[in-house]
């Protein structure tokens, strides 16, 4: 008894650390990032008076435009760190998940059709609500369905939603979003790694998408979980539901 005692103090020990460590991390983060932003802010502002000086085709033109890419590379990606630095703040509701994915979708659609892609969901009726932060978790299914596109590589696919109730061991049920793709699968080397930042197969990606992704699900108190084979790969979301959904 006084060995477990004294182990889980030791582990209580531990994860205090972490925590300061990871909330120093996040301080130094969300410092640096502002410290950098405000200079590339201003590179902004003066390419784009140089491109404003001369014509579109030029040599200096297209150096200026080169630079302005990459100053929007660097914003992009301190945006990213700062939202993962940050305590997230959810603004809860009750939603209707079954008409949500939906609406998601349907703002897909364009570019569904620009990319040859076709999708699949068919909405349950009378299904539970999940408390839940609509902002937020649409960044969430923005990301994921962006990556089956990206991994398509403009040679079509599917993509397919299901929504449907799992029970946990306690009893309660929870929501389960089921996102798959047709995609080529995700590198056996990457599988477990990736929801860490820099981890990313893409050609031009940073790997922040699903790190920050995984951070809005478990602030729901949900999880995120990915399994992936070559033609496919399947995200699977858990939240829980209103009252248990009973």
Same mark, same amino acid.
């Given at each position: 008894?006084?060995?477990?005692d004294?182990?889980?103090?030791? =582990?209580?020990?531990?994860?205090a650390?972490q +925590? ?6 996040? #301080? ?10 405000? %200079? ?13 000086l001369?014509? =579109?085709?030029?040599?200096?033109? #297209? ?5 302005? #890419?990459d100053?929007?590379r ?5 945006t990213?760190?700062l ?6 703040k959810?603004?809860? =509701?009750a ?22 892609? $076709?999708?699949?969901?068919?909405p349950?009726? #009378?299904?539970? $609500? ?13 990301n ?6 990206d ?33 080529? &699968?995700? %590198?056996?080397? +990457?599988?477990d ?7 990313t197969? $893409? ?10 992704? $995984?951070?809005i699900i ?7 979980q ?18 248990? &959904? &009973?």
């Amino acid at each position: 008894m006084i060995l477990k005692d004294v182990t889980e103090t030791e =582990e209580n020990r531990m994860k205090a650390e972490q +925590l300061a460590q990871r909330a120093f991390l996040g #301080d130094f983060a969300s410092l640096l990032a502002h410290e950098i932003r405000n %200079p590339i802010n201003n590179m902004g502002v003066w390419i784009q008076n140089i491109k404003g000086l001369c014509n =579109e085709g030029d040599e200096i033109f #297209d150096a200026a435009k080169r630079i302005e #890419d990459d100053c929007s590379r660097v914003s992009h990606l301190i945006t990213n760190i700062l939202a993962y630095s940050k305590p997230l703040k959810l603004n809860l =509701e009750a939603m209707d998940m079954s008409s949500y994915l939906n609406e998601i979708l349907e703002r897909w659609k364009i570019n569904f059709a620009r990319a040859n892609v $076709k999708y699949y969901y068919s909405p349950p009726a #009378d299904f539970p $609500k999940i408390m839940g932060d609509p902002r937020t978790l649409e960044q969430v299914f923005n990301n994921i369905i962006g990556n089956a596109l990206d991994a398509f590589d403009n040679k079509g696919g599917v993509i397919s939603l299901k929504l449907s109730l799992q029970q946990s061991e306690v009893g309660r049920n929870k929501a389960l979003i089921s996102i798959s793709d047709s995609g080529p &699968g995700i %590198p056996d080397e +990457l599988i477990d790694h990736v929801f860490e930042p820099f981890v990313t197969s $893409k050609k031009k990606g940073n790997g922040w998408g699903l790190a920050i992704s $995984k951070r809005i699900i478990t602030s729901h108190k949900g999880t995120i979980q990915v399994k992936s084979y070559p033609g496919g790969t399947v995200f699977e979301i858990f939240l829980p539901v209103v009252n248990g &959904g &009973g």
